[in-house]
Nanobody, 126 residues
């Protein structure tokens, strides 16, 4: 699976961005998709994830009520809609994928995912 993240940019606090992650190479609909981020000088952290069936979503408390994850299996793309952005959301955002048909749990752990995109930078100014 190859992943290509896009949609990052600069925005003022309170603004919105939508990140996209296009997948190719395998059956996209069989894969759980996750978003992680890494701010300068910090560890990579979990943001949101969606199971392969799309029925279960997982999110970090820091983005609850502000971010939404969705997927379009026909387009092999997962989206991260980010609203009410804050300066602390500034980071490089990475998408990740894993075949989770025979797995359960661990969606918030980076070690759960085998495939990673290259990252897209989001900068939120105050």
């Amino acid at each position: 699976v190859q992943l290509q993240a896009s949609g990052g940019g600069s925005v003022q606090a309170g603004g919105s961005l939508r990140l996209s992650c296009a997948a190719s190479g395998r059956t996209f609909s069989s894969y759980a998709m996750g978003w992680f981020r890494q701010a300068p000088g910090k560890e990579r952290e979990f943001v949101m994830a969606m199971s392969w069936r799309g029925g279960n979503t997982y999110y970090a408390d820091s983005v609850k009520g502000r971010f939404t994850i969705s997927r379009d299996n026909a387009k092999n793309t997962v989206y991260l809609q980010m609203n009410s952005l804050k300066p602390e959301d500034t980071a490089v955002y990475y998408c990740a994928a894993e075949d989770d048909r025979y797995k359960s749990g661990g969606y918030s752990q980076s070690s759960f995912y085998t495939y990673w995109g290259q990252g897209t930078l989001v900068t939120v100014s105050s």
